[in-house]
C-alpha cells in the first residue's frame, strides 16, 4: 500500500528538540517536492515548509525559520524536521505531505499535498 | 502573505443537501487553490486541486470553482460520510496559507 509514515514525535520540554521522520512506500519519493504541515489540537492546519526534489530549494514559514530545519534523502525514500528550541505553542501533530503535477496545455503545473502521512504527534511541556 | 478567509466556520445540514463552502484571498492566487477534508483523528485528503480539478477516487458530488480571489467549495447532494471539516489552501505564493476550516455537521 502507498503510504507516508511519520515517527519521532513524542514529549520534550521547551527549549528541547526533536527529528521527525517521514518514510515513503509505495510512494514515488524522490521527483517530487515534498513539505511538513502541522496541526495544534483542535486548530487548523498550518504549513510549515517545503523542500524541492533535489533539497536545493527550501521555504519555510516566517515562524518556524531559525528554529526547524527541513531536509530530505532521497537514496532512503525519506523526509525529516529537525525541530531545536521547542516552544509550547509547537504543540502538535505533524504531517508529511508530498506534492504532485498535471499537465495542461499551459505545461506542468505543481500542486500540493496529494499525499499525506498519518501524523506524528509532539508535545511540548515541562 | 496571503489570508485565506473561509466562510462559513462551521454549518449543519441534513442528507441529500446542497452544501456550498467560500474561500476568499486576500489578493489575486490565479487557480492555485486546493480542497481538502479531514474526518477526525484522521490526517486530511485532498478533494479538489487547481480550483475545480477533481482529485481522482473522489465522489463526483464534490465541487470546486472559481479563481483570482473568490472560490467555492460545493457538495451537490451531501452524504454520511461528508460530515468532517474543509480548508481551501493557496500555493500560488510562499508561505502556503490554509482558511480556517469549515465544520460540516449533522442537522
Known amino acids: 500500500e502507498a503510504q507516508l509514515a511519520e515517527s519521532g514525535g513524542g514529549l520534550v520540554q521547551p527549549g528541547g528538540s526533536l527529528r521527525l521522520s517521514c518514510a515513503a512506500s509505495g510512494v514515488t519519493f524522490s521527483p517530487f517536492n515534498m513539505n511538513w504541515v502541522r496541526q495544534a489540537p483542535g486548530k487548523g492546519l498550518e504549513w510549515l515548509a517545503s523542500?524541492?526534489?533535489?533539497?536545493?530549494?527550501?521555504q519555510y514559514a516566517d515562524f518556524v525559520k531559525g528554529r526547524f530545519t527541513i531536509s530530505r534523502d532521497n537514496a532512503k525514500n525519506s523526509l525529516y524536521l529537525q525541530l531545536d528550541s521547542l516552544r509550547a505553542e509547537d504543540t502538535a501533530t505533524y504531517y508529511c505531505a508530498r506534492d504532485s503535477y498535471y499537465f495542461d496545455s499551459s505545461g506542468y503545473h505543481g500542486v500540493p499535498f496529494d499525499y499525506w502521512g498519518q501524523g506524528t504527534l509532539v508535545t511540548v511541556s515541562s | 502573505d496571503i489570508q485565506m478567509t473561509q466562510s462559513p466556520s462551521s454549518l449543519s445540514a441534513s442528507v441529500g443537501e446542497r452544501v456550498t463552502i467560500t474561500c476568499r484571498a486576500s489578493q489575486d492566487v490565479r487557480n492555485d487553490l486546493g480542497w481538502f477534508q479531514q474526518k477526525p483523528g484522521k490526517a486530511p485528503k485532498r478533494l479538489i486541486y487547481?480550483?475545480?480539478s477533481l482529485q481522482s477516487g473522489v465522489p463526483s458530488r464534490f465541487s470546486g470553482s472559481g479563481s483570482g480571489t473568490e472560490f467555492t467549495l460545493t457538495i451537490s447532494s451531501l452524504q454520511p460520510e461528508d460530515f468532517a471539516t474543509y480548508y481551501c489552501l493557496q500555493h500560488n505564493s510562499y508561505p502556503r496559507t490554509f482558511g480556517q476550516g469549515t465544520k460540516v455537521e449533522i442537522k
Open positions: 523542500i524541492s526534489s533535489s533539497g536545493s530549494t527550501i
Open positions: 487547481a480550483a475545480s
